[in-house]
């Protein structure tokens, strides 16, 4: 990281999301924004195949370096640039590829089955992997919000390995019960899940049991 973005100035709520190459760049740009919203300080990681599903499913074009991504972002989410920090694919210095450093707590979403086996390997080949596994070291809190259908046995094994080291595998499937009108309200359903596993109170969907949103 470098030009004019943030400094790690200190901030009580920190995490990090990453976005990589499986299809559902929605989810993680409505997670983006929902984060961005409640005032967290979103250290930002996008893998290349990311990219291209974004620039795919969403029309966004992010370009490849940090400074310009983060410019982009800056001005779509209209947020305070010091909250978001998009890291570089190789950006060992980042407070994420550290555990002295890092936030406690990690979303992958969405996260492809490749990034999946990198985690569940202990790759560490990029900073996606690496602060992933820095997480893992640290007993944070991991999540992994899946995208693939059919999952083959070498993809559920590498999730139950996960599973069994306390990382939550949120597939990307959304319910009906709240009798979705638009994709929108599929897509917050999604992200209102991992809201609530981060204990951020979400108000995108209505909780089981309760009427009002
Ligand atoms: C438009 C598009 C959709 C994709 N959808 C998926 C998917 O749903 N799940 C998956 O595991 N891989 C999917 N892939 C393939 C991954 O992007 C590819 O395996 C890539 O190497 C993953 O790298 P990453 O984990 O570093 O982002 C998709 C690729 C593209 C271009």
């Not at 190459?21 to 005032?39: H, K």
């Not at 400074?67 to 210095?93: R, S, T």
């Not at 569940?120 to 997480?135: K, P, T, Y």
């Not at 949120?170 to 009798?179: I, L, N, T």
Request: hydrophobic share 40%; glycine share 8%; aromatic share 6%.
């Amino acid at each position: 990281m470098s030009g004019n973005q943030s400094q790690y100035s200190h901030h009580d709520k920190r995490i990090t999301l990453a976005f990589t190459g499986a299809s559902g760049a929605p989810y993680g740009l409505t997670l983006l924004g929902s984060l961005l919203a409640a005032d967290y300080q979103v250290f930002l990681l996008v893998s290349s195949a990311a990219r291209v599903v974004l620039a795919t499913e969403e029309g966004l074009k992010l370009p490849s370096g940090p400074d310009a991504a983060h410019k982009q972002l800056v001005e779509m989410f209209d947020c305070d640039p010091e909250k978001l920090v998009v890291c570089g694919k190789e950006d060992w210095f980042s407070p994420v590829a550290s555990g002295s450093a890092a936030p406690k707590q990690m979303i992958v979403c969405p996260c492809s089955t490749g990034s999946v086996a990198a985690i569940a390997h202990g790759m560490s080949d990029n900073l996606i992997e690496r602060a992933a596994d820095v997480v893992l070291k640290e007993r944070g809190q991991l999540l992994l919000v899946v995208r693939e259908t059919p999952f083959s046995t070498l993809h559920l094994e590498n999730m139950h390995k996960l599973s069994a080291m306390g990382v939550t595998i949120m597939p990307a499937a959304p319910g009906f019960y709240h009798q979705p009108q638009s994709i929108q309200d599929l897509v917050d359903f999604m992200v209102a899940r991992i809201l609530d596993h981060i204990g951020l109170d979400q108000k995108l969907v209505n909780r089981w049991g309760y009427d009002q949103r």
